[in-house]
């Protein structure tokens, strides 16, 4: 299996920042795509950015400008800087990869747990 373990979640002011990180663990031969989803109380899971083992990124574009993601492909990690957080930021951050296991594996999406981001004065 692969494992995903975030950190850096809490609670911050609006206009402030955090930094959450995402290691994967297990067996791994490639790992395409790795990024952050998030799902806020009564709404939907929404991509908040994502990027391709190559360094391609996308972001939604309601954080586009604030948020930066990146990755250590030898340490199989994302990281995804939020800066100017909002209130509307708020919600469970779930980190995500596309990755196959063996070279006759099929290509597969694995989860973490979720992390909270809370933005409040």
């Known amino acids: 299996q692969v494992q995903l373990v975030e950190s850096g979640g809490g609670l911050v002011q609006p206009g402030g920042s955090l930094r959450l990180s995402c290691a994967a663990s297990?067996?791994?031969?490639?790992?395409?795509?790795m990024g952050w989803y998030r799902q806020a109380p009564g709404k939907q899971r929404e991509l908040v950015a994502d990027?391709?083992?190559?360094?391609?990124?996308n972001y939604a574009d309601s954080v586009k400008g604030r948020f930066t993601i990146s990755r250590d492909n030898a340490k199989n990690t994302v990281y995804l800087q939020m800066n100017s957080l909002e209130p509307e930021d708020t919600a469970v951050y779930y980190c995500?990869?596309?990755?196959?296991?063996?070279?006759?594996?099929?290509?597969?999406?694995?989860w973490g747990q979720g992390t909270q981001v809370t933005v409040s004065s």
């Open positions: 990027i391709t083992n190559l360094g391609t990124s």
């Open positions: 297990g067996s791994i031969f490639v790992n395409y795509v």
């Open positions: 995500h990869c596309d990755a196959q296991r063996f070279l006759t594996s099929p290509r597969q999406t694995y």
